[in-house]
């Protein structure tokens, strides 16, 4: 089952591409891939494989084919190569690479940098990259000084031979690449690791972070550019009826007023003069169908929604029956607002659309769709289309969309010129493709002790995998709805019936980060919560009695392994349990919540400690976690993911809530949606990572959906109050019960 | 209009309407694209450089009221300053993208505040915001920095 997601993912994007030949079967890795530019037209430089580039200076560059948003693929990725490519990983190079086959995520089926993916795709297939290329230079020098490889050794990018021989990689590259492929490749054990795992180890991109110069798509410059300000429809699914450009047009140092698909755009000599331009624009909108859509009617439909029975994802045992004979039922139903992705950069591409070619330069989280896409916009065809991605300023889910690379694609072609086209704040806020919304109902029926003996979950959310990759969603299922949930870890010995029920609101919806984790696992954690605090037992106690030993596995969400989670659960719970001090006396208005869950293959248990005043005002003073993510590649960078995940799952849970009135978007800036400060922030960060020899778990998702539950708990610790309705705001906390 | 300032220590002059917010005229004048764009609104500090030494909000700065004066920006701070030899020391950035902002309101205020206390932190750094969570690393590189000469 696990494999469902990655098989029909890369089906759905073959339908899109139409190009990419149907062999880019899953596990496609080197050695046994093609090579790429072997060696430049000025003999500058050689390619043993795709991921690495050996310079005659001597200078190694290591491909990265991830999107780097703050993740650290640029530095974590690396170092898998050169772990076994034997250099030294501060002195290479590194480079984004382009869209291309070899560079397929094979848990997601494209070139695609998302679903905590990155690391666990390439911890194999990278170590191979680097051994691979280090056997082929070993073998090139053997055969120079005529003797056997395994009389020599590779290190530091230098190969030594018998008698003191001595030779460079960069002397051995052009020689190297033409060697055979090896077939068998072995690794080094664990043991042996030099670089992976290194606690010193120092970001690649920090210096050129720290300096300014990173470039971001924002900050991009091509020769003859330039800027392009948009206005686009401020209802959602609305659309350009007419327009009157007459004093735009004429506005000193624009170029071009065009209309495009979206929207119109305003081209310019620079960005503010397009902005003002664009001020002036007088248009007239075709609302569309969600002309009156407000907040009561969106409300009102999913409510009428969770009426329908929905789809089964998760059954066993007869739950009707189970229900009737246990002691007590109790009932309880969750309410998740639409949430924005917010990156700190806006969206931005900048185009330079000919009639033969395009160039397409992009903070993009899925930069093998952009030809593609470009190509239907344009009618130039897919390989007709260059794309760069560079640094990407946050992308949270929000850059896997590609909407923003096809406006730029349009004006440029439309306006005839290379522009830079970049969204204002509230362009961005309220086009985003947002978290869904939705309500979660639970029913549990638990014995004389309090145990869970039965349970029914009903979610209905919209279906975010229906516009994106609408082959994934079968039998009204998307799997994309069902994470955090149908990996259930608790026993309920009677029976269980979790179903789904897809409802569209006509506000576009979009994968953010650890998508419907945050919605199913919030929920049912501090469901759980609410059962312990029944039974009167204590809630991590009462988690672990309760936990699955066995083989709890996904159904539907194919992210994860699918390994059993109960004894990692169990020991996380345990540990946090000691770290966090857990049940000692506190003050008045000072509670802990505790929450579990497992995402992508990584387990981690947390305990929030909040205050809470008497008018409701939640501070966070500290937040506990453990985290079994198996082994970690880059260690502090490891903890960077979850010191990132906790603020913006407390930005979502405390703050995050996008209201439509009239079809359009009510927040447009930070002032009106508001994310967590520096002053807003954990007062103390305790993070502790179980040592694990394992294979990695993803790290850039789980912890955003997590922290939140343990937040709701720990409120309701404080307060007395149990908040259902996110976010956790004080008028929400003060009216729940 | 021609309008002279000087940025990271040389003289510059720009022929742009005085309305002209300084950070487009930073960016895409000048094409010292270090400082960046967030909100447009002062919000989000991403776009926070030195006039005169203090932090202001280059969205919110018109070009006119520029004119005379000293524009420090991320490129001016010289790679070495010891704000920025703390942003490295500790990794701080992820993303990247606010940093340039959050290390032109750090290093103001440790200009006036020789040892910040957490609450001043707070209050001066708090204009800056960061989705991707790097401030327990900001507030301990500001400490940082503050030790160092």
Known sequence: MANIVKNETRRDFLKVSGTVAGGLALGFYLPSGPRMAQADAGGGYASPNAWVRIG?????????????????????????????????????????????????????????????????????????AGASARMMLVAAAADDWGTDVGSCKAADGVVTGPGGKRATYGSLAAKASQMEVPRDVPLKPASQFKIVGNMRQKRLDTPAKVRGTAQFGIDTRIPGMAYAAVVMPPMIGGKVASYDDSRAKNYPGVKAVVQYSRGVAVVAQDYWTAKKAAATLDIRWDAGPNANLDMRALWKGIEQASAQPGAVFREHGDTDAAMMSAAKTITSEYRLPFVSHSPMEPMNTTADVRGDKAVIITPTQFQQLIPHVVAGATGLKPEQVEVITTFLGGGFGRRVEVDYAIDAAEISKAAGMPVKMVWSREDDMTHDSYRPAGIYKFTAGVDSSGKLQALRFHSTSPSISSRLFPSVVKDGIDPFAVEGIDNFPYTADGGLRFTY???????????????????????????????????????????????????????????????????????ALEEVRKKAGWGRKLPAGRGQGVAVMEGYNTVIAMVAEVTVSNAYDVQIDKITAVVDAGTLIHPDQALAQMQSCINYGQSACMWGEITLKNGAVEQNNFDTYRVARINEAPKELNIHFIKSDSVPGGLGEPGTAVVQPAIANAIFAASGKRPRTLPYTPENIRAST | MKIAFQVNGKRTSVDVAPDTPLLWVLRDTLGLVGTKFGCGKALCGACTVHLNGMAVRSCQTQIGSVAGQQVTTIEGLGGNHRVQRAWMALDVPQCGYCQPGQMMSASALLATNKNPSDQDIDAFMSGNICRCGTYPRIRAAIKAAAKMS
């Open chain 1, 501 to 571: 029920q897809m409802h569209d609101t006509g506000v576009t919806v979009g994968y953010w980060r650890a998508v419907s984790h945050n919605l199913n696992a919030v929920a049912l954690e501090s469901f759980i919560d609410e059962l312990a605090t029944a039974a009167g037992k204590d809630p991590i106690q009462y988690r672990i009695d309760m936990l699955d030993m066995g083989s709890t596995k996904h159904q539907w969400s194919g992210l994860s392994a699918g390994v059993p989670v109960g004894p990692r659960m169990k020991r």
């Open chain 1, 56 to 128: 005659m200076d001597n200078v190694v560059t290591i491909m990265v084919a991830r999107s780097e948003m703050g993740q650290d693929v640029y530095t974590s990725m690396p170092m898998l190569v050169a772990e076994e490519l034997e250099v030294d990983i501060n002195k290479i190079n590194v480079e984004f690479a382009p869209p291309a086959e070899v560079y397929i995520n094979a848990l997601l089926g494209g070139q695609l940098t998302g679903g905590s993916t990155s690391v666990r795709d390439a911890w194999e297939k990278l170590r191979k």
